[in-house]
C-alpha cells in the first residue's frame, strides 16, 4: 500500500472495523479515510437488529441488499429487500432502523462522513450505522 491506494477485501477488512471500509473514523492519511462518504460491508445474522432508531439524520444514505432479507424501518414504512440488487435511498431528516430477517450482506453508502451517530448495540459493545 502506497498513501493513495489501498487493496482489500470487503469481507475480510470489514471485520476488523464493525463493517466500515470507508470514511471520517479510519485514520488521516489512509486512503479509506474521507469526510464526504462511509461506505460499510455489514454481515448480519438472522434476527440481527439495530440497538435503537437513529434520530436526526444528518446524512443521505443508500443501502444494497447483496444476499439474505433485510427490512429498513422508516417512519410510516417498512421497507423489505429480498432479490440481491434490492436497495433503498433516504435522505437528510429521515429517521431509520433495520432488522436481519435472515442472514444479509448488504452494503451502506453514506454521505457525507459525520461523527456521533455510533451508538451501543450491545451490552458493552459499541457498534455503528
Same mark, same amino acid.
Given at each position: 500500500?502506497n498513501?493513495?491506494? *489501498? ?5 475480510? =477488512?470489514?471485520?476488523l472495523?464493525?463493517?466500515?471500509? $470507508?470514511? @471520517? !473514523?479510519?485514520?488521516?492519511g489512509?486512503?479509506r @479515510?474521507s %469526510?464526504? /462518504?462511509? +461506505? ?5 445474522p438472522k ?7 437513529v ?5 443521505t444514505? $443508500? $443501502?444494497v $441488499? +447483496?444476499?439474505?432479507? !433485510?427490512?429498513? %424501518?422508516?417512519p ?5 429487500l429480498?432479490?440481491?440488487?434490492? *436497495?433503498?435511498?433516504?435522505g437528510?431528516?429521515? =429517521? @431509520?432502523?433495520? *432488522?436481519a %430477517? %435472515?442472514?444479509s450482506?448488504?452494503l451502506?453508502?453514506?454521505w457525507?462522513? /459525520?461523527?456521533g *451517530?455510533?451508538?451501543?448495540e450491545?451490552s458493552g459493545?459499541?457498534g455503528?450505522?
Amino acid at each position: 500500500m502506497n498513501d493513495t491506494v *489501498y487493496t482489500g477485501n470487503a469481507g475480510r =477488512d470489514a471485520a476488523l472495523d464493525r463493517g466500515w471500509l $470507508l470514511g @471520517h !473514523f479510519k485514520a488521516a492519511g489512509d486512503p479509506r @479515510h474521507s %469526510e464526504d /462518504v462511509e +461506505i460499510k460491508w455489514g454481515v448480519h445474522p438472522k434476527g440481527d437488529e439495530r440497538a435503537r432508531w437513529v434520530t436526526g439524520e444528518e446524512r443521505t444514505a $443508500l $443501502l444494497v $441488499l +447483496i444476499n439474505g432479507r !433485510f427490512r429498513v %424501518e422508516l417512519p410510516g414504512r417498512s421497507v423489505v429487500l429480498v432479490e440481491q440488487g434490492d *436497495y433503498v435511498v433516504w435522505g437528510r431528516g429521515v =429517521d @431509520h432502523s433495520w *432488522y436481519a %430477517e %435472515e442472514e444479509s450482506v448488504v452494503l451502506t453508502v453514506r454521505w457525507p462522513s /459525520v461523527p456521533g *451517530y455510533r451508538v451501543p448495540e450491545r451490552s458493552g459493545d459499541e457498534g455503528g450505522g
